[in-house]
């Protein structure tokens, strides 16, 4: 008997998919900030309906990376400095504390993924691959030290801000060698994690947050020139 499967690509799955191109444009700059989006544009560069449109739209707008503006419709926000500071102060506090508990709470299966994760942002910020590639595997890297942190309310205050940490990931990681350098800052915290060191994983998980601060700062101060 021959064995079947349903190919058919639901409405479910085009709507997510709609909803990762669009975000991946924006965290690549393909859409910078300021720019309105042109819903008919859109559309028609998408192969997708209004209506499927406006639903992925409104996912980002849960997200905070579009705002829809009354008579003009979606635009990509302008992040400002002092916001993106706020962020980042919430990062280092709320970053170290999860390194450190995640550092005595750890499964062993856990730490395997934690280093096969460290390894993928390797492979993408030393090959041709894209600015979301990096973010992407340096989120899926972080979300495995704040789901073994022990602290729901730190992973989901954490999570709640990830769209706007992937924005800031995206212009720090713009500049010439923070890749190599986030790598190393990373590889720090994996090996306090691995060794159960708390107060060695705090500070490095903290060292990246500051670190990664300056290198938005410097990405930010360059766009205004």
């Not at 028609?44 to 639903?55: A, F």
Request: hydrophobic share 40%.
């Amino acid at each position: 008997m021959t064995a079947t499967i349903d190919l058919r690509v639901s409405r479910k799955s085009v709507q997510q998919e709609t909803v990762e191109k669009l975000r991946g444009a924006i965290l690549s700059g393909v859409f910078t900030p300021g720019i309105r989006l042109v819903e008919a544009d859109l559309c028609n560069s998408l192969g997708v309906s209004r209506p499927l449109l406006r639903e992925a739209l409104r996912s980002l707008q849960a997200e905070r990376l579009i705002d829809i503006v009354p008579n003009r419709g979606p635009q990509v926000p302008r992040l400002s400095w002092r916001e993106a500071e706020e962020i980042y102060e919430v990062r280092e506090l709320l970053e170290g504390e999860a390194a450190a508990r995640c550092a005595t709470m750890i499964a062993k299966e856990d730490l395997g993924d934690l280093a096969a994760n460290l390894e993928a942002f390797r492979r993408a910020s030393r090959s041709s691959e894209t600015a979301s590639e990096q973010i992407s595997t340096t989120s899926s890297f972080f979300a495995i030290i704040l789901r073994n942190c022990g602290n729901k309310i730190i992973e989901e205050t954490l999570t709640g801000l990830q769209a706007r940490v992937n924005f800031l990931r995206a212009r720090s990681m713009s500049l010439p060698g923070r890749a190599k350098q986030s790598y190393a800052e990373m590889s720090a915290i994996c090996a306090a994690i691995t060794a159960r060191d708390a107060r060695q994983a705090r500070k490095a998980a903290q060292e990246h947050v500051i670190n990664a601060r300056n290198a938005a700062k410097q990405a930010f101060e360059a766009a205004r020139d």
